[in-house]
């Protein structure tokens, strides 16, 4: 694994190239990318796209198609290319039904899974513990089981979210949304957040991973820079929130993420998300994922009137 001092140049070009297409397209233009003495854009993005500890089997993963996406697309999992959505019904395969409160009981549980396969959500998200029971009450549904991972710190080793995901996936699991190490992030050790994020793609596979980076807790450079190590970790997805961290997800840090990560890996939205309003004006932005807990009130609500 590259140290921390070997990385991070690489992610501040990066990161700087992101910024400067971004000031470009606010100013209604588009200004070439030039490489910095540091490295160069395409070497950059070969780098970052071959962390060396991250997935042996994997030999290349090049940065157009992670195989974590790849296995998505082929399995329905992952909705990479957004349809086009004209009402509050058609949200529904967009959504992560969503239940991971301390408190939660195995009666609402129960309750969650059978609202997923009645509705026809992608998938049910919840605490590693009831995965089981969730993947149970959901065999023979298009709906995919989804356990969290580090949750909702992030500041677990990389060995222990490791073996968590492992586990969940033993008892079911067929997704995992991870959260990122936040202090590490914005400590700038980027060789441990890469490392963190390629040893659970590792423990996963070949099940997809989404990275949560808790945005509302990250400056915009951390915000492209979480981006671009999930991406350069074979994550199949970027993810804005927790739902614990004091923020949710906005249309403008959805935005910011697509542009990162571009067409090939995905961009989930959670946090916030009440409405078929809220979560059309995500999709708009560039998510094909939904994190909800009110994913009943947003199918059956009233019917938004632009279409995505």
Not at 75 to 80: C, V
Not at 95 to 116: G, M, N, S
Request: with cysteine; charged share 25%; proline share 6%.
């Amino acid at each position: 694994m590259p140290q921390a001092e070997d990385l991070a140049p690489v992610v501040e070009e990066i990161a700087d190239r992101v910024r400067r297409r971004l000031q470009a397209a606010r100013a209604g233009r588009e200004e070439p990318c030039t490489p910095s003495a540091a490295a160069s854009p395409a070497s950059a993005e070969r780098e970052l796209a071959r962390p060396p500890d991250c997935t042996p089997s994997c030999d290349v993963c090049p940065i157009i198609d992670s195989c974590a996406t790849v296995l998505g697309v082929r399995t329905g999992a992952s909705r990479i290319a957004p349809d086009v959505v004209r009402t509050s019904a058609d949200i529904a395969p967009y959504i992560d039904h969503t239940l991971l409160k301390p408190e939660a009981t195995r009666e609402e549980i129960v309750k969650l899974a059978d609202e997923a396969r009645r509705y026809g959500f992608a998938t049910v998200c919840v605490n590693s513990t009831y995965v089981g029971t969730v993947a149970r009450i959901l065999a023979g549904s298009k709906t995919i089981p989804i356990a969290v991972v580090g949750f909702p710190s992030g500041a677990a080793l990389p060995s222990a979210k490791a073996f968590e995901a492992r586990e969940a996936i033993r008892c079911g699991a067929r997704e995992i949304d991870m959260v990122i190490n936040i202090g590490a992030l914005k400590g700038k050790d980027y060789a441990l957040v890469l490392k963190d994020i390629c040893s659970v793609v590792a423990a996963a596979k070949p099940y997809p991973v989404k990275v949560i980076l808790e945005t509302s807790k990250l400056s915009e450079q951390e915000k492209i820079v979480g981006s671009a190590l999930a991406k350069a970790a074979c994550a199949a997805f970027v993810k804005t929130s927790t739902g614990f961290g004091g923020g949710g997800a906005t249309a403008e840090d959805v935005a910011l993420m697509r542009s990162v990560v571009g067409e090939d890996v995905g961009v989930k939205a959670s946090g916030g998300i009440r409405t078929s309003e809220d979560a059309m004006r995500m999709i708009r932005a560039g998510a094909n994922r939904i994190g909800a807990s009110a994913s009943v009130a947003i199918v059956t609500g009233p019917t938004a009137t632009a279409s995505c």
